[in-house]
């Protein structure tokens, strides 16, 4: 079992940042590859963002590309997701999820991830 928390969720005014972490426990952290979904009202859950168990490959949703970076620092067993210049299209919770794979992020489908954190809510507001 791998249990995850995240943490740094909030409200912001459009344009502005917020960097999301998760911290895991409970196995090898390194093993798994982490990913960043999130999921507004009345719509599917969606994945924004996702890294590889080694930190050396990522893949994003188009929605975000250049605004949102992911990150990880095995050391510390915590995965991160900075966001900028965030857009009320941004307001949702958001999950950390984890997957035990060495495959490159541009490679996981979003249906393999099977450890889930609670979420946490970010709300953009205008």
């Known amino acids: 079992q791998v249990q995850l928390v995240e943490s740094g969720g909030g409200l912001v005014q459009a344009g502005g940042s917020l960097r999301l972490s998760c911290v895991a426990s409970?196995?090898?952290?390194?093993?798994?590859?982490m990913g960043w979904f999130r999921q507004a009202p009345v719509k599917a859950r969606e994945l924004v963002a996702q890294i590889s168990s080694s930190g050396d490959s990522t893949y994003y949703v188009d929605s975000v590309k250049g605004r949102f970076t992911v990150s990880r620092d095995n050391a510390k067993n915590t995965v991160y997701l900075q966001m900028n210049s965030l857009k009320q299209d941004d307001t949702a919770v958001y999950y950390c999820?984890?997957?035990?794979?060495?495959?490159?992020?541009?490679?996981?489908?979003?249906?393999?991830?099977?450890?889930w954190g609670q979420g946490i809510q970010v709300t953009v507001s205008s």
């Open positions: 409970g196995r090898t952290f390194s093993d798994y590859a």
């Open positions: 999820a984890a997957v035990p794979t060495g495959r490159s992020a541009k490679d996981i489908d979003y249906s393999e991830y099977i450890y």
